[in-house]
């Protein structure tokens, strides 16, 4: 019995299950440089357009040109599957092999470089707007990883205004958004109960903010002007590094070693909460695939173990330090955890990542599991984040939330 005809037994005799919510699966140590790619070259958080294609790449390390298959679910505002027959909202078929994959060339780490695309010839496109998920199994039926993306139409335009913190005691360290949602067609039955804002800092759902609801309605337009409700820890930029040579030292790259692969160690990191803040350029969190000399980045690209390190406090009371990213979804896994060193004095961990261009920031999760992601790089409001609001909506009656909205802004013109 497989294990997928298992779990539709189990939803079957459990319905009380199926309204839970879901989570995002991280893959296993070797499926490394999962990316979404879309209208830029930056794997980024995937929010499409109806009818723009989706296009995912992973890589596998461990060189068996193993058979993956992909999976497409469709899922409520609050990520809770939706009502919805597969039919009702994917054209043609999916639980499907990913046929396109090509090994790597000329690279010490072997490994195969998987590309689906949405449409092709199996899975012809998305019917309807909302959230998605793909989830990926291997030969065995078992779900390697999963992760989310959302599709949207334009049916109310979303203007979004970021401005510092209203709340007098955060207003050197929060950051808040404003948006307004207006339409000059589109009637709104009860917004209040049937529209609902999601609103994104730098791709990672993580830390994004859900639950909000217009604080009143003027004309066509509905209004969000929280004065915390909607305001972001600020956080620092992002510290960056890039090997796209791997033989020698490069930004942010101390010196390298060759063993088994090469070894790219990290110039040491501080603590940055007590300093002042300092303009650094980043691109929010996101990376770049890059290679000196390599025609195709996907397969010529090498592996390298990236070492990091941070000199700060040892932390106690169960608390742990972690380096994340875009890179790893923002995940906290033992891979990317730093441990304390004491012949150094110094925080350290080693993983591997593909040549190129990468934001990293460390964070402490303390002994609750909550996350402080400032409280190493600090909390400035002069940061430059990026911001997604996403405005879904359910008709009275209706069986599934739609996407009908999507805006965007920066805190690099932000505003008291």
């Known amino acids: 019995m497989t294990l997928k005809f298992k779990q539709l037994l189990f939803l079957l005799f459990f319905p009380t299950f199926i309204f839970a919510q879901v989570d995002e699966i991280n893959p296993p140590s070797y499926i490394k440089t999962i990316t979404f790619k879309g209208s830029t070259s930056q794997s980024q ?7 723009e294609p989706l296009l995912l790449e992973f890589d596998a390390l461990n060189g068996n040109e193993a058979d993956f298959y992909y999976v497409i679910e469709h899922y409520n505002y609050d990520w809770t599957p939706s009502q919805l027959s597969k039919a009702e909202y994917l054209s043609g078929f999916d639980n499907q092999r990913i046929v396109n994959y090509e090994n790597s060339f000329n690279a010490y780490q072997i490994y195969s470089h998987y590309n689906l695309k949405i449409p092709n010839q199996q899975t012809r496109g998305f019917l309807k707007t909302g959230n998605y998920m793909v989830l990926v199994y291997d030969d065995y039926d078992e779900l390697v990883f999963s992760r989310k993306f959302m599709i949207y139409e334009e049916a109310v335009n979303v203007g979004v205004t970021i401005k510092r913190s209203r709340d007098v005691k955060f207003i050197n360290e929060k950051q808040s958004v404003d948006f307004i949602v207006s339409n000059n067609s589109f009637n709104f039955n009860n917004p209040s109960e049937t529209v ?23 004309g066509n337009e509905l209004i969000y002007r929280y004065d915390t409700e909607s305001s972001f820890w600020a956080g620092n930029e992002y510290l960056y590094f890039e090997n796209k040579d791997v033989r020698a030292a490069n930004v942010g790259v101390q010196y390298t070693d060759l063993q088994d692969i090469y070894h790219n160690y990290l110039f040491i990191n501080t603590e940055r909460a007590s300093r002042p803040y300092t303009y650094n350029p980043d691109i929010n969190g996101n990376f770049l695939i890059t290679s000196l000399d390599a025609d195709n980045v996907d397969i010529e690209a090498d592996y390298t173990m990236i070492h990091f390190s941070l000199q700060y406090q040892p932390v106690t009371d169960g608390n742990k330090i972690y380096v994340y990213g875009n890179f790893n979804n923002y995940a ?15 925080y350290e961990c080693a993983f ?53 909205g999507f805006g965007e802004g920066s805190s690099i013109n932000i505003s008291n």
């Open 45 to 51: 958080l995937p929010i499409l357009r109806l009818g």
């Open 196 to 218: 609902k804002a999601l609103v994104i800092q730098n791709n990672n759902l993580n830390t994004a903010i859900s639950g909000l609801k217009p604080q009143y309605t003027l």
């Open 332 to 346: 906290l896994n033992k891979e990317n955890e730093l441990l304390y060193n004491p012949e150094n004095g110094l």
């Open 352 to 404: 591997k990542l593909k040549q190129g261009f990468y934001n990293y920031k460390y964070v402490i999760v303390n002994k609750k599991g909550h996350l402080e992601e400032g409280a190493i790089s600090g909390n400035f409001y002069q940061t430059e984040n990026n911001y997604k609001v996403l405005i879904y909506y359910r008709d009275l009656g209706a069986r599934y939330d739609r996407l009908i």
